[in-house]
Each structure stands twice: as C-alpha cells, then as structure tokens.
C-alpha cells in the first residue's frame, strides 16, 4: 500500500445547462455547483466546512464521505454555486412578484407596523426560489467524490515524495552508524594503552614514596587493565547502535508497508533521536561527536516530514 501525506488540495464543479430560449429572464436555468477540498497535517481528523445555506443539508452526508476515506489531517471543504450568486441581480417573473405582494399585504394586515419589503429583500427572496435544492445537494455529494478521489491521488503523490526523502535519510543514517562501529575498539585500545603508559612511568621513579616498595610492575599492568576496561564499559554504545539499527528497519518495513503509519513513524523518530542523544553524551572523542550531531541533524529533517504523513 501507498504512503499518503496530510497534504492535498482538489477541486471540482458543474456548471447547470444553458436557460432554454423561451424561459424567463434565465429563471429556469439551472444553477451549477462548484467545490474545493484541501488538507493540511493534524493529529486528528478534523473536517470543517464553508458552505451556502442552500447546501448546509449535505453536511452530515460530506463528513460521512471524507470520514470513510481520511484518517488524519485537517481537512476544509468548501462549496459554492455558479451562476446564481446572490450578488447578482435577477428579473423576478410576474408571477413571483404577486406573490410576494398577496404575503406582504397579509402579514401587514395582522402587523400594520411592519416594514415594506426593500429592492434588494425582494431580489434576494425571488433568486432563492430559482434550481432545485435537492438536485444541487445531489450534485454537491457527486462532485465531492470526485474532489475527494483527487485529492486522495495528491496526498498518494506526496505521500510518495516523503516515503523517498525518508529512505533516503535512513541510508545515511545506516552509514553513519557504520562509521562509528570501529571507532569504539580503538578507543578502547588507544586508552588501555594510556592507562599503561602513565603506570609505568610512575613505575620508573624507583624509590618513589608514593608508590612504596609493594607497588609491582604486574600489579601496575593489572590496574591499568582494570581502569581500561572500566572506560570500555562507560563508553561502549554497542546497545544503542543496535537499537538505532532495529528502529531503521521498523521505519524502513513499514515505509513499504504504508497506509496509516503516521503515528508509529512519529514514536519511532523519537526513539532514534533519544539513542542518537546517548551517543553523543557517550563520546569521547571528536568523530564519534560529529557522527552523533550528524545523526541528530537527519533525525530532526524526518522529524519534520514524518508530521505530514497520515
């Protein structure tokens, strides 16, 4: 399965078909329908919508739809209708005018203090009246679809671009863990050889009363290997590069894996930085310094893509 990103954008529409010739100032003509969906990371799924009160009803059917496909990200979807804003004015029919005189002389009738209905209140009550709800709210959840199948195919394409940046990241990670594997028995040796060294020279003042004269050369060579291996222990990170190793080839199995893996991916990254910060602190040396620092730069460059992945 593919890995998929939090983040998308899609749009769709549908413009209605032409007002016939004998219609009324274009008031049979049917409204087209136009949305857009975009997505961006989250913890959670979180939808919001923006749509026309004509199209509030598609709510519960919209976030049935997204929720069956998406899992996490922040998603915003919003619709309009073309070719029927309300902004544009429209000449009512002769018809919808005598209605609209016949309510208001009833309603003054019982509220003589009311309000004559305005130009505008009058444009805006004959345009809602105009296409069929019910066939715009279909047509919005059709289009959605399709929206949400771009969209779906966005966040797949993007999903593949982190996928390579990441495997990319885990092979320098790999030569970089690599690199300090050697460095350790050198290290080692390098200060057992120290340890010796300084013994033997306190072992070269003879007569010293410092040492006193129970002070052999064999017991010298004992505690030399004695504080060597010591350093060995405090200073052995053969346990964390181990478990760096296993958390590199998590992340590479579940990378090809894909589907919903966010959330492990984000855990995971965790734990290799937390191994990449011990074997900094035990460092004893410049390289081994450098690989820890490098290896921290890295993590923190997966870090950040890993947020986008659902």
């Known amino acids: 399965m593919a890995v998929y990103s939090m983040t998308g954008y899609a749009t769709a529409h549908s413009s209605g078909p032409a007002a016939p ?15 857009e969906i975009r997505s961006v990371n989250s913890r959670f799924l979180d939808l919001a919508f923006k749509l026309p009160d004509d199209l509030r009803g598609t709510e519960p059917a919209l976030r049935e739809l997204l929720g069956a496909r998406l899992k996490r990200g922040k998603v915003e ?8 804003a309300d902004t544009v004015p429209r000449q009512p029919s002769a018809l919808d005018l005598q209605k609209l005189v016949g309510l208001q002389d009833n309603v003054r009738a019982w509220l003589p203090t009311a309000t004559p209905l305005s130009v505008a209140e009058v444009l805006q009550l004959t345009a809602r009246q105009q296409g069929n709800p019910g066939e715009l709210n279909d047509t919005l959840v059709a289009l959605a679809q399709t929206a949400l199948d771009g969209l779906t195919a966005a966040r797949e394409r993007e999903g593949k671009r982190l996928a390579a940046m990441l495997l990319d990241r885990l092979g ?4 970089l863990a690599k690199d300090a594997q050697p460095l350790i028995p ?17 072992l070269g003042a003879g007569g010293s009363a410092t040492l006193g004269s129970s002070v052999t050369s064999d017991m010298a060579h ?25 958390h590199l080839t998590e992340i590479e199995r579940l990378l090809k894996k894909g589907a919903e893996v966010g959330k492990r991916l984000d855990f995971l990254i965790q734990e290799l930085h ?11 040396n410049l390289e081994l310094t450098r690989i820890s620092v490098d290896m ?15």
């Open 222 to 246: 004992d505690r030399a290997l004695t504080e060597a291996t010591a350093f060995a222990i405090r200073i052995d990170v053969a346990e964390e590069l181990t478990r760096l190793d296993s």
């Open 274 to 284: 937390r191994e990449a910060n011990t074997l900094g602190s035990k460092s004893s």
């Open 186 to 202: 050198q290290l080692v040796a390098q200060q057992r050889q120290r340890f010796i060294d300084r013994w033997n020279e306190a």
């Open 296 to 310: 921290k730069v890295l993590i923190e460059q997966m870090r950040e893509q890993v947020q986008n992945i659902e």
């Open 172 to 175: 320098q990670l790999r030569q």
């Open 77 to 84: 979807v919003r619709a309009w209708i073309e070719g029927r």
């Open 21 to 35: 010739a004998s219609s009324e100032s274009g008031r049979d003509a049917q409204a087209g329908v136009g949305v």
